[in-house]
């Protein structure tokens, strides 16, 4: 049979069946290239910048209402750029309100190496004790 012949539900099945080795082909070159670490420096400066957004807006929600947001969703006048940085960390607030935890989940496609100096974190309300956030 050649393939002028054939009909379009068989066209269909060709297509779908490449379309898939396609997409599973793309996808294990996208862990390979995660997985090597090539992403890494793209990924710690994307997460950098994630957690010191992240940690102003929760800030100034203290200084503006007196007590850290108990969730994320809580702060107000959070641009379209900031959702970026607050939907790749976790955090949960102290039950009182005065102290919090936040984590970096996502740099720029995986999860960063942060090692955030002690300077950085004094005068904030942050607390290892408060997390990790579930």
Not at 41 to 61: C, I, S, W
Not at 100 to 121: H, I
């Amino acid at each position: 049979m050649a393939l002028r012949d054939w009909s379009w539900k068989r066209w269909l099945a060709l297509f779908a069946v490449l379309a898939a080795v396609g997409l599973g082909l793309a996808g294990y070159m996208a862990y390979r290239v995660v997985a090597s670490g090539a992403t890494k420096p793209l990924d710690n400066m994307f997460g950098d910048q994630h957690l010191k957004t992240t940690v102003a807006l929760v800030e100034l929600h203290k200084t503006r209402y007196g007590s850290y947001p108990a969730r994320i969703a809580d702060l107000t006048f959070v641009g379209p750029w900031d959702m970026i940085a607050l939907g790749a960390v976790s955090y949960c607030a102290s039950a009182d309100g005065q102290s919090y935890f936040v984590a970096v989940r996502r740099g720029w496609v995986a999860r960063p190496d942060l090692d955030m100096p002690a300077a950085f974190w004094q005068g904030t309300g942050y607390s290892p004790a408060v997390g990790p956030c579930r």
